[in-house]
């Protein structure tokens, strides 16, 4: 094919797949709001969202695409800053969630004793038993995280530090991310806070409690708590990730539709039914209710795509390959036909302008290291031992697995069996693996 059939073949698939994904994904935000109404998640940002689809589903004669497709990168970006800081939150409450759970098996009554040898086994028998070196990676990641870390604050900074090494030579903003996601694990607070002051109020509230000298009645009454804003939070996360998908499809149909030589088919069959969930979303913002788009009707409007949107997606993940630009910032068709692939990746937050790129120097390596050590150890500065070894579980299970040997992983397993203060803590941490391995 010449290359402008591979650009206008690509416009055309591009907006075919947008419309499928960009209805199923309008529907899901519908049913998210029947269950969930909207009000107060999100709220200032939905009608405007909804008010931008309507103009992406205009009819209008002369549509100003480039407007439309800057309305909605900038709706675009704000949703990405507000989800990003929800998870944020989420990582927050990691730590104290870690400290809860084992501080309530000081109140089991009956704990089993255990075999700390059979039980090291049996764990190595589990994270060895898969083929996939990605699942035993996975494994091992969450037995460092269950099991209580018994190391010095030495040996894990030296761990966490030469994790970094790993970007020596590579991308300075994989390593900062990277940075980053390490610093969130750990419970520090990066300045991106939400909306919700009351969620934050309580994460504030959480990491400054002394688990172990609870009572069984307000540790019961934390849990309550914890599990009320862990819920809503989840569901907000759930609203802000759907509108992201929304806003992506929506943002690639304007993207490429100046360069479509027909409507693609996906629209023709999609568009009234997108419009009709559309107007239920205008209809329950502005009174609380939601209608309901029933399963029969549902089901005979997606059946359309079966079979269809794997097709594309085959297509257009092959065409793209065979995009040629050399220039540092596309423009026209191919810059359109660039955005358009990332936004119909599995990526949903993505920036869609390429930032310069940029090589880790030895200097900034070892500023990152320094800085990275430097906020870890202030974080552990005034806890106790028990928050200080849930701090490092959780960094400890985001970096790249750092055992060279079956033996150095039944020799982890076991100090750390052998190291466990009561009864209590080694049953709390074998049943939070065994949770974790069974999902």
Known sequence: ???????????????????????????????????????GRMKDLFEEILSALSEVFSESAAPNHEQEANRLQTLRETVGQRT????????????????????????????????????????????????????????????????????????????????????????????????????????????QRTEREDWEAFADELSALDFSTLTKEQLAKVRERLCLVEAALEEELDFGCNLQQVLNNALCIVLVCPYLEKPSAAKEHFLPFAKKILAYLQQGAAGGKYKEISEKEMTDIFSWMEGKIEAVYERTGRLANKLDDASEKPQGIIGSLLQAE??????????????ASKLVTPEEMESCKNDLAEQLLAAMEGKNRKCVRALMAGVLKELPVFFDSHTDVMNYVLASLDGCSDLAEKNAALAKFWEAFDE
């Open 342 to 355: 990332k936004l119909m990746s599995s990526s949903l937050f993505s920036p869609l302008e390429e930032e």
């Open 1 to 39: 094919m010449k290359k402008t059939e591979i650009e206008k073949s690509l416009a055309y698939d591009y907006h075919e797949l947008a419309f499928m994904n960009l209805t199923v994904a309008l529907y899901e935000v519908l049913e998210n709001c029947r269950n969930t109404p909207a009000q």
């Open 84 to 191: 990003e800081a929800l998870f944020g939150l989420e990582e927050r409450l990691v730590i104290p969630e870690y400290l809860l759970y084992r501080a309530e098996y000081r109140f089991v009554e009956v704990l089993p004793e255990v075999d700390n040898q059979a039980e090291a086994r049996e764990i190595l028998r589990a994270v060895f038993s898969s083929d996939d070196s990605l699942v035993i990676n996975q494994r091992i990641q969450d037995m460092v995280f269950c099991l209580p870390v018994r190391m010095t604050k030495q040996k894990f900074i030296q761990l966490v530090q030469n994790s970094l090494l790993a970007y020596q030579g590579g991308e300075s903003s994989a390593m900062q991310a990277f940075s980053t996601r390490l610093k969130a694990t750990a419970g520090i607070c990066l300045g």
